[in-house]
């Protein structure tokens, strides 16, 4: 049973920090990227990188001390489950999302509460879990998402919604309306709903687990009780039916190596693919298209068709159910598997996810890379059929835009 619950959530303080807009970012492996934000801006303590080396998480934890000390943010008088809408623009049209920010109970993965859709890798949780240690806090929270197929949580959430305390613009183009719910009876219905679901991770694999393994460090270590803060992580809740729910794909790069050259690529797809010159800029939808390969100018470009009777599948586990073995990104896993003669640990450093295609196709083009892998967006219904059948695909298969944002509300585990 999913257990949501209200927090005293640490806020910027306006009147100290400025309008709060411009301090979001994205979450940490992506906030690098975003320098616009002046002295306060979030991505001075989640950013993976501060320019200090192996001290990044020691500057961190007392850039964060010396924020609250000068009350450039402050924690909530009273505990609030928060909603937020957020206002963004997708191809040139206004989308709305709205979510619900609360502290979310930590569950293990074999609990089969929340559910994970792909692997996670070593070191960005490694990273994480450093961060989080120093701090004492979720400086970002996850993207979770929920059913409510007749939406009863967007009705309440509507109703909450009646008078934000926030309504300000990002550096990135969106913009950020936020209300902080203080009732209890409030809490009470939001979290009777939500326990009623099933959870699926978005957006923060990698954050998951860093606070399940910093939870478990707890429970050794301290006297913790059920309700401790280090028994929850902070976490953006949103409908699989909101319009504002949406996933791209992530493409990949093949680099490096002398097996996976651009002809052995090219002879492998035809092994076990049927390719057909592609002539549109965008990619089809069809139930066989598995992608499109982008191969150095002698070599074309070619989308990239299963063959009649699949015996692409043979590279792929027997174990796995339909939702997984349907995705494009699992079928190319397993055909440069194949180029590479190597497991999936090894693929992966020569497999490299890019969100944007055109920079893909830049890098094949410039020959910083043997191939490009563009794949067609997955649909929501097939990635949580993936994590209800209990399977992962590849790490960074996909690109939940956009991201729930850094700096809106923060958990101290102090609190």
């Known amino acids: 049973m999913a257990d949501i619950q209200a927090l005293r959530g640490v806020r910027f303080n306006r009147r100290v920090a400025g309008p709060v807009g411009p301090l979001l970012a994205p979450p940490y492996d992506v906030a690098a990227e975003f320098t616009d934000g002046g002295e306060f801006g979030i991505r001075n303590i989640e950013a993976s990188?501060?320019?200090?080396?192996?001290?990044?998480?020691?500057?961190?934890?007392?850039?964060?001390?010396?924020?609250?000390?000068?009350?450039?943010?402050?924690?909530?008088?009273?505990?609030?489950?928060?909603?937020?809408?957020?206002?963004?623009?997708?191809?040139?049209?206004?989308?709305?999302?709205?979510?619900?920010?609360?502290?979310?109970?930590?569950?293990?993965?074999?609990?089969?509460?929340?559910?994970?859709?792909?692997?996670?890798?070593?070191?960005?949780?490694?990273?994480?879990?450093?961060?989080?240690r120093a701090v004492e806090a979720n400086l970002s929270p996850l993207y979770l998402l929920f059913r409510d197929p007749t939406g009863e949580i967007r009705d309440l959430m509507a109703a909450v919604d009646a008078n934000p305390e926030l309504d300000d613009h990002d550096q990135m183009g969106g913009a950020h309306r936020l209300t902080a719910a203080s009732h209890v009876t409030i809490h009470d219905r939001l979290a009777s709903l939500v326990a009623e679901r099933t959870l699926f991770v978005a957006d923060g694999h990698h954050r998951y687990e860093a606070a399940l393994i910093h939870r478990d460090e707890c429970r050794n270590t301290r006297t913790a009780d059920r309700d401790s803060p280090s028994e929850f992580v902070l976490a953006l809740l949103a409908a699989v039916e909101d319009p504002g729910v949406i996933v791209r794909p992530t493409h990949r790069l093949v680099t490096g190596g002398a097996a996976n050259t651009p002809d052995a690529i090219m002879r492998m797809l035809r092994r076990w693919f049927d390719l057909r010159p592609a002539d549109v800029t965008t990619l089809a939808v069809d139930t066989d298209l598995v992608g499109r390969v982008v191969l150095p100018r002698r070599l074309g470009t070619w989308d990239i068709f299963a063959q009649r009777g699949r015996p692409h599948l043979e590279l792929l586990p027997l174990d796995r159910g339909p939702a997984w073995l349907s995705l494009g990104v699992t079928a190319i896993e397993g055909?440069?598997?194949?180029?590479?003669?190597?497991?999936?640990?090894?693929?992966?450093?020569?497999?490299?996810?890019?969100?944007?295609?055109?920079?893909?196709?830049?890098d094949v083009e410039a020959g910083r890379a043997a191939a490009a892998f563009l794949l067609p967006a997955p649909t929501l219904d097939r990635l949580l059929a993936v994590a209800e059948e209990g399977d992962l695909l590849p790490p960074k298969s996909t690109w939940f835009d956009p991201k729930a944002p850094a700096g809106l509300v923060i958990s101290d585990l102090r609190l």
């Open 49 to 132: 990188d501060l320019g200090a080396g192996s001290g990044n998480h020691a500057l961190a934890a007392r850039r964060y001390q010396a924020w609250l000390k000068n009350d450039v943010i402050r924690a909530d008088p009273k505990p609030a489950i928060y909603i937020h809408r957020h206002r963004f623009l997708l191809q040139g049209v206004p989308v709305e999302r709205t979510g619900i920010i609360a502290r979310v109970r930590l569950a293990d993965w074999s609990e089969r509460v929340v559910l994970p859709h792909e692997r996670t890798t070593t070191g960005p949780r490694e990273e994480r879990l450093h961060r989080l």
């Open 335 to 362: 055909a440069v598997n194949r180029v590479f003669s190597a497991d999936s640990e090894e693929v992966a450093q020569h497999l490299f996810p890019v969100v944007e295609e055109a920079n893909a196709v830049r």
